[in-house]
């Protein structure tokens, strides 16, 4: 177990990569159709995985700190009324496991948080280089299809497809904002071409696919980032701009080459993207849920605090007969599936860290781990209204809480030592933390202690 394996040049413990491969990568819907691409093993994997998860949490409770404690306390206290409700109405122990299922995410994010703050994982590089190469070879494999027709494609086992020449599902696209978000800042703070590449390779992924909620939240995460970056002096305003010039030539080229190359095509997205602004136009797939609010907030109000829960599962769909009967809903709605099934308490549950994470993006003291990460977690506040978040994206929202704790190791020893003079007492040293992969410099006190010894001998 303390064999290091160097994935995209970082190191990991053997026991590090198997516990961020088993618990976290194979919850990319993407990653799992490629090492399980069979749609009932996936959802049994992940359904098996979150109990196992939500057990391993409650056996390390004490090890987590007190507002970890409290989070899962709640949702602890959610899943024994369910389990009561399904004892007493239906005669079984839990009669539909897709309701913890919609609460796992709750979960999720405290155990992502803790294994990181535990193994000490610095992943964000990682995961941009993972999510990447991930698109690449997806497309490699899958990807022959693909076009901008939106014509639809008929599958036996769908998984993580769009079901049409888009090939991938919008939640797995909206992922590659991440990698957008990473290379866009390393691009910022150093200056190198490759950066730049592969921001604008992210940057074209995400509109080819042509996915309006992934264009809605890269913008919106976009925004965030520059607004966050500038707070915290990272990003100045000088550089802002001439990177703002350069980013408008460099657009207002490829839209005179796009149009002479395709000249149908600068208005077809065009089209595509007016959707945005009109969500719920006839014509548009907007409209479908917009039916679903209409349709299922007012059953909401009828059982405001904990929702429908297992009734609701099994309850006739209103909208549409398609789907098999006691198969749930299937809302396209972060929120109206949280408000239907476990009411309001069930949806600030599940968006606290995000709505903490808000008022966190006002800080003035992040790193720009944490900027990105908070910028790409916000995006999911808009995501939620197109679709219901992916448990992969409640683990980066576990990694951006792991950030904002993290305290780099010179600091730490800084803050042991606040408010004592110790200008004539410490020298700085290189040093190798118990993980290799980690090298930095420490301010270490020199013959402190005995220092301090001699001062409270008696002479």
Known sequence: MNRIVKIFNYQFYVKEILVVFFTYLLMENIFSWMVMPVSVIVLMYEKLLSLAIFGFVLYNFRNLKRNEQIYIGLMTFMLV??????????????????????????????????????????????????????????????????????ETVTMDDYGPFSGDSR?????????????????LN??????????????????????IHQHRSVWASALFSLGVYLLMSMRNNLLGMSKLV????????????????????????????????????????EDG????????????????????????????????????????EKSGQHFHEGYMEMLFYHGFFGLILKYFYLVYLSFKAFS???SQESIILIAFSLAGL??????????????????????LERVPAAETVAAEHDG???????????????HPRHQVNRRRTRDYELSTDKTNTPI
């Open 285 to 324: 797939t907007g409209k479908f849920r917009d039916d679903q609010r209409r349709t299922y907030f007012p059953m909401v109000l009828e059982r405001p605090f904990f929702g429908w829960t297992f009734e609701g599962f099994e309850m006739k769909n209103p909208l549409v007969d398609w789907w098999p």
């Open 242 to 281: 001439r990177t703002g010039i350069g980013a408008i030539l460099l657009l207002a080229l490829a839209v005179f080459v796009v149009s002479q190359v395709f000249p149908g095509f600068l208005a077809f997205m065009g089209d595509r993207f007016s959707e945005i602004l009109d969500p719920a136009r």
């Open 167 to 183: 090939i991938i599902h919008a939640r797995s696209i909206f992922m590659m904002i991440l990698p957008l978000l990473w290379y």
């Open 364 to 366: 003035k003291r992040l």
């Open 420 to 434: 004592e003079d110790m200008t004539d007492d410490i020298e700085e040293v290189e040093y190798e933390e118990v």
């Open 81 to 150: 009324r369910l389990i009561f409700d399904s004892m007493i109405n239906y005669g079984s122990v839990f009669q539909q496991l897709t309701m913890f299922s919609v609460l796992f995410p709750v979960c999720y994010v405290i155990y992502i948080k803790a294994v990181c703050r535990t193994l000490d994982l610095d992943l964000l590089e990682f995961l941009a280089k993972f999510y990447i190469v991930l698109y690449i070879a997806f497309m490699v494999v899958y990807g022959r299809g693909f076009s901008f027709s939106l």
């Open 186 to 207: 390393q691009f910022l703070k150093l200056g190198k071409m490759k950066y730049l590449g592969l921001f604008i390779f992210c940057f074209v992924v995400i509109l």
């Open 382 to 403: 808009i995501f939620s209204f197109s679709y219901v978040l992916p448990f992969v994206f409640w683990g980066h929202v576990g990694l951006c809480l792991y950030y």
